[in-house]
């Protein structure tokens, strides 16, 4: 990336501390009690009800306690992932030059991008993105009176170097496996709810979801710039996977301090997002997180964001809402929240993206 841009560097208050602090009691659930129901239409008719019961307990605790858990024994074949993870190195190895044949830009919001913002600082890390639907549609604008949608991935393929086109084949087999896994998560945390095992994947039928690849070069000054600053993912449920480099820290939610999760071997690192907060009535809340950066390694990450149909009506759930406990959230089309946050992606912005916050009734 060359010589420091001081637009890499975080202002005083958010720069990381070097000192590494190990998350300690971040949950690792085992989720092979579910693996007998991952091809069942019914989580409740399995033979092992009582072990998906206590699944549930656990389940629900994390996303009380943390928002954050890692997964063992989830059913995901590995030879999926070992893939992505080989076609992300092999094209990140490219050149620039090559890279930015697939380049994305505002409109065509899918592919390389190597300028990325968070919180109006630039993210010192490379992306490759990748919607799971053909077509994904979306908002072609943020202006609320304007109907027109855009697929996300128009002419993708048209575009595609021979490299990109197996990266995308491999993503589709991987989006396959990781729908599937965050789909029975959704079903465990909706029972951790008191809803209907499905009550969540009726928002799913045209869904906007997507993979991506993180790659995080050595930085030479990891005590001032960071992989990716602090947030809270906007969507519903990210399911990550990574390399043996870590770098993700959480700011637990017991005290505020940032702490590193500290991956177990062949797990997913799974959070809830925003949406899931809103739906919950605050029941669950995200989390913010952020990446440190390593001088010597490199890191490569890629998550599955899970993510709604554009057309959604993010709101309060009914079922968890009543005069004790009113809804806490105005409801807003998540097209268009969508379509609005992707801006700040491509340019620094003046103030602070949209949050779901600004939809909080006081």
């Not at 693996?35 to 019914?42: E, F, I, T, V, Y």
């Not at 858990?69 to 076609?87: E, T």
């Not at 084949?169 to 991987?174: G, H, I, K, P, S």
């Not at 709101?315 to 959230?329: A, I, S, V």
Request: charged share 30%; aromatic share 10%; net charge neutral.
């Amino acid at each position: 990336m060359g010589e420091i841009d001081p637009a890499f560097i975080q202002a005083p208050e958010h720069r990381p501390k070097l000192s590494v602090k190990e998350a300690e009691g971040i949950p690792v659930i085992d989720l092979s009690p579910l693996l007998l129901s991952l091809d069942r239409d019914d989580i409740n008719n399995v033979p092992n009800s009582d072990q998906i019961d206590e699944l549930v307990k656990k389940i629900g605790s994390a996303c009380k306690e943390w928002g954050f858990f890692q997964v063992i024994n989830h059913g995901a074949p590995l030879a999926s992932r070992q893939k992505i993870q080989d076609v992300g190195k092999k094209f990140f190895a490219q050149s620039l030059e090559e890279k930015r044949k697939v380049r994305r830009d505002i409109k065509k919001v899918m592919g390389y991008y190597e300028t990325e913002h968070t919180k109006n600082v630039r993210d010192w890390k490379e992306v490759f993105d990748f919607t799971m639907e053909e077509p994904t549609l979306i908002p072609a604008s943020i202006d609320p009176e304007d109907k027109e949608r855009r697929n996300q991935r128009k002419n993708g393929r048209e575009r595609c170097s021979e490299n990109e086109l197996e990266i995308r084949e491999t993503f589709q087999d991987y989006a396959h496996h990781m729908e599937k896994l965050a789909l029975k998560l959704m079903e465990l945390i909706a029972i951790s709810l008191g809803l209907a095992p499905k009550r969540f994947h009726g928002f799913f039928k045209d869904q906007t979801s997507w993979i991506r690849l993180n790659y995080y070069p050595p930085c030479p000054n990891p005590d001032l710039i960071l992989g990716c600053g602090r947030h809270k993912d906007s969507g519903v449920l990210t399911v990550l996977a990574q390399d043996e480099v870590s770098g993700l820290e959480v700011r637990r939610k017991s005290d505020g301090e940032w702490v590193r999760v500290k991956p177990e071997p062949n797990a997913y690192i799974i959070n809830i997002g925003d949406v899931i907060q809103v739906w919950s009535n605050d029941e669950y809340e995200s989390v913010e997180h952020r990446v440190m950066l390593n001088s010597e390694k490199a890191r490569l990450s890629y998550p599955f964001f899970l993510f709604p149909s554009h057309y959604t009506m993010v709101q309060p759930l009914e079922e968890l809402t009543n005069d004790q406990n009113p809804p806490k959230y105005r409801p807003y089309n998540w097209g268009k929240f969508l379509a609005t946050r992707k801006r700040s992606n491509f340019m620094k912005l003046d103030v602070e993206n949209i949050q779901i916050y600004h939809f909080k009734i006081n």
